[in-house]
């Protein structure tokens, strides 16, 4: 079977179950108020997305290709590893700002989603795994460029930062306040001492 074409009505469903999934939560968000959010009528909603389930897979494969963008975007003319090795938790820190400290989409999702089968868990945990790898190979192509960074175990160093990262990102959600990022930010540096 192949993909429908994008429409005006799939992007306006698509853009309120974004909305509405990341403001509220997935139990807390109803199909209707999709629906009503959308301005689109039910049957148009249930030919794109036949169950609230695809509706929220759809809005995290959107959510996926923003954040992937937005991370790119970021990620342009940064000449050095250095700078690629501090970009990605300046850019958690800037998306937590943005976020208004409502947490990460993928693991609120994690946390509210108890079925491990589920395309949902699938595609969020496919999400925070290529973020991971991203970190693995900015911290590699650190050691590989200067004998300075030759020390770094790679996978301790991706660990923490990861660790580090994804505590801001709970810490700020649970305070309502940026110290979390700040702090995750200087311990980033603080791992590539020797």
Request: contains cysteine.
């Amino acid at each position: 079977m192949s993909p429908r074409p994008k429409s005006d009505a799939r992007d306006r469903i698509i853009n309120a179950a974004c909305e509405l999934f990341y403001k509220q939560g997935y139990h807390s968000t109803s199909v209707d108020q999709i629906i009503a959010e959308s301005k689109v009528s039910k049957p148009t909603v249930y030919n794109y997305f036949p169950c609230k389930e695809d509706l929220c897979v759809g809005y995290l494969e959107e959510r996926t290709r923003r954040e992937f963008e937005l991370m790119d975007k970021s990620f342009q003319n940064l000449k050095t590893p250095r700078e690629r090795y501090s970009a990605i938790i300046r850019h958690v820190r800037d998306r937590i700002k943005s976020w208004e400290y409502r947490g990460c989409g993928f693991m609120n999702m994690l946390a509210e989603i108890s079925d491990s089968e589920s395309p949902i868990v699938a595609l969020s945990r496919k999400y925070i795994d290529a973020n991971r790898s991203m970190i693995v190979s900015v911290v590699q192509e650190l050691k590989d460029s200067s004998p300075e960074y030759a020390h770094l175990d790679v996978k301790a160093v991706a660990d923490a930062y990861y660790l580090l990262i994804s505590g801001a990102i709970s810490t700020c959600q649970e305070c309502r306040q940026d110290w979390p990022i700040e702090r995750a930010i200087a311990g980033i540096e603080i791992l590539l001492k020797p």
